[in-house]
């Protein structure tokens, strides 16, 4: 049986969030089971198991492109691969969060009658969901083979911004699921939240779009950190397309100019994460004392 966290009043918020972590880290094999586990429940009597993971957002690709690509006739070449590069990174995130949020909660029994770190819990549901993320990109290298879409050296990005939005989901999945054992008026506010957020979010629509037309809506994308990381995913995978202005209007020529992510918002999400996993753990650790009277 794992050994639980103990806790002294006397000893300082650093050395619980040190210790919290240091415990996660002894105990790495239970955290790979409760991520497997999570994968198997998830993919539980289903005929394709992962599969799922590359035939979800290809449906969605489909119905987007459909509606914004054809119906109202976005002026983007080549809009799968946009709206692809970014809307991973969105399912990634806002499928995992409301699962980790809950985590806790939806584990009462088991953390009443087992000791074990219990920040394992929305850190496995976390991890489950970034395999599921990285399998999917397999559906993205597909669609820019299919399109012989140009990919520089830029792609190097790639792997720290995976690890970015992997420290980024985990520090609020431990800030969301702590706060939802006393407050359970979270989980229903995650919900609302991350439809309003999604569209907030450059991910169907190009972000020079709101930008050229709307002060305030600009602001929300300059504040918005899933909009940082979105336009990094795209500038990696989709580049930027050449066009040219031809009787006053602006034409694509079909030709692409691959391009490194933008340092600010790359850089500022990278910090952004880091702070939010210490301050995830940090929140985790002083509220965790009180699951089991709570849960």
Known sequence: MAEMVTWESRERLTAVTVRAIRDVIRHLGLFWLLTVKDLKIKYKASAIGLFWSLLNP??????????????????????????????????FFGTTLPAATVSIVSNA????????????LPMSVVLSGFINFVISLA????L??????????SLLALPVLLVAQ???TAGLSLLLSSLNVFFRDVEHFLAILLTVWFFATPIIYP??????????????????????LVSCYQQVFYG??????????????????STWPDALPFWGFVLLSLALLAGGFTVFAKLSRRFVEEV
């Open 109 to 120: 029994n088991l953390i009443r009658k087992t000791r074990f770190p219990t920040s394992l």
């Open 139 to 142: 559906l993205l290298f597909g």
């Open 240 to 257: 930027i397309p050449q066009s040219v202005v031809r009787g006053g209007a602006v034409a694509y020529t079909g030709s692409f100019q």
């Open 58 to 91: 290809l449906l969605l690709v489909i119905v987007y492109t459909a509606i914004f690509g054809t119906i109202f006739h976005s002026q983007k070449p080549e809009y799968p691969v946009f709206i692809l590069s970014g809307l991973l990174a969105w399912n």
């Open 207 to 228: 972000r020079e779009l709101i930008q050229g037309k709307s002060a305030f809506g600009a602001l929300i994308l300059d504040i918005n950190p899933m909009a940082w």
């Open 166 to 168: 992997l420290a980024f």
């Open 144 to 153: 820019v083979v299919f399109y012989r879409h140009p990919l520089g050296w």
